[in-house]
T-cell receptor
Framework: DGGITQSPKYLFRKEGQNVTLSCEQNLNHDAMYWYRQDPGQGLRLIYYSQIVNDFQKGDIAEGYSVSREKKESFPLTVTSAQKNPTAFYLC?????????????FGPGTRLLVL | RKEVEQDPGPFNVPEGATVAFNCTYSNSASQSFFWYRQDCRKEPKLLMSVYSSGNEDGRFTAQLNRASQYISLLIRDSKLSDSATYLCVVKRSGGYQKVTFGTGTKLQVIP
């Protein structure tokens, strides 16, 4: 079955620690995205990538980094510079960046700070 | 003013009722519109795209009003399983894709 997988489902971060969230898709989609969801707020775009080896900052990129070495994979690193990392992180993909393209989401990772 | 606004609800409706949600957007350059459904602590899932002519999928009807800059979602014959948060999504192109999610409207269908 085609889809998007994210791991882990829950992740705990200690102060000063960098953590990496995994996102893999087998939909053969070119575009991939990372969003953050906080209670009472809409999803906010962290980073997006249109093609391999290319990615762009979204609205709230500070304290995060990404890579896109393979079409299928778009890992997100939450660095120690992100002072309020507790949130629900959602990875998404779409065939392309055109406005009419539908985004499909992975099951998400909940990040909690110890 | 927020780019996309939704009434957060909750909308508490009895089974079998008809319920409608609106979503207003502020950017007239917006091109594509979607409704997503999100269950508690789960990822959003596409419910339907919204076309200029309006579109229907079973009990769900979506409408777009470009003049007044809003989209709507109508749910007929509500089921208990319709209980969820409904997210409005507005997209525009140009340079880089801009996708804006509403904060969602919570629906609770009561037996």
């Amino acid at each position: 079955d085609g889809g998007i997988t994210q791991s882990p489902k829950y992740l705990f971060r200690k102060e000063g620690q960098n953590v990496t969230l995994s996102c893999e898709q087998n939909l053969n989609h070119d575009a991939m995205y990372w969003y953050r969801q906080d209670p009472g707020q809409g999803l906010r775009l962290i980073y997006y990538s249109q093609i391999v080896n290319d990615f762009q900052k979204g609205d709230i990129a500070e304290g995060y980094s990404v890579s896109r070495e393979k079409k299928e994979s778009f890992p997100l690193t939450v660095t120690s510079a992100q002072k309020n990392p507790t949130a629900f992180y959602l990875c998404a993909s779409s065939r392309g960046l055109a406005a009419q393209e539908t985004q499909y989401f992975g099951p998400g990772t909940r990040l909690l700070v110890l | 003013r927020k780019e996309v606004e939704q009434d957060p609800g909750p909308f508490n409706v009895p089974e079998g009722a008809t319920v409608a949600f609106n979503c207003t957007y502020s950017n007239s350059a917006s091109q594509s519109f979607f409704w997503y459904r999100q269950d508690c602590r789960k990822e959003p899932k596409l419910l339907m795209s919204v076309y200029s002519s309006g579109n229907e999928d079973g009990r769900f009807t979506a409408q777009l009003n470009r003049a007044s800059q809003y989209i709507s979602l109508l749910i007929r014959d509500s089921k208990l399983s319709d209980s969820a948060t409904y997210l409005c999504v507005v997209k525009r192109s140009g340079g880089y894709q801009k996708v804006t999610f509403g904060t969602g409207t919570k629906l609770q269908v009561i037996p």
